[in-house]
């Protein structure tokens, strides 16, 4: 279950070096408004105030709110901030890697099926195009 934890902190990072992942609560919610959030993550003690913000710019949308089992401080340093309490992914690819490097039972399989089904809708444009 480390190295399961370990692999999916590392794809924050690298999401966040390849400008796929924003971070805190502005931006975030931002991202929301515009619906370019493809999944948006929220640590384990992050504030009720926060998470009920998301949720709520999320409901009604195809945009997913996921609590994972990282708080603040370990969110912040994957990051290379002093701690996070929310971050959203712009790429819907790293999205779907980060939920499948986390541990079972983090994610429900209807999240990992609509990630996907998205995933695949986006390589058949590409193809397309």
């Not at 819907?92 to 099926?113: I, R």
């Amino acid at each position: 279950m480390e190295q399961q934890q370990n692999k999916a902190i590392g794809l924050l990072g690298l999401a966040r070096k390849a400008g796929k992942l924003q971070t805190g609560e502005e931006t975030v919610g931002s991202m929301l408004l515009q619906k370019h959030a493809r999944l948006t993550v929220l640590a384990s003690d992050a504030g009720a105030a926060v998470a009920r913000k998301m949720h709520n710019l999320a409901e009604g949308t195809r945009q997913r709110v996921l609590t994972v089992p990282f708080d603040k401080l370990t969110l912040g340093a994957a990051l290379g901030r002093q701690s996070v309490s929310v971050a959203a992914f712009s790429d819907v690819s790293m999205a779907l890697a980060f939920v499948k490097a986390l541990p079972e039972g983090t994610a429900e399989q209807a999240l990992v099926d609509d990630l996907e089904r998205r995933v695949s809708r986006v390589r058949a444009k590409r193809k397309k195009n």
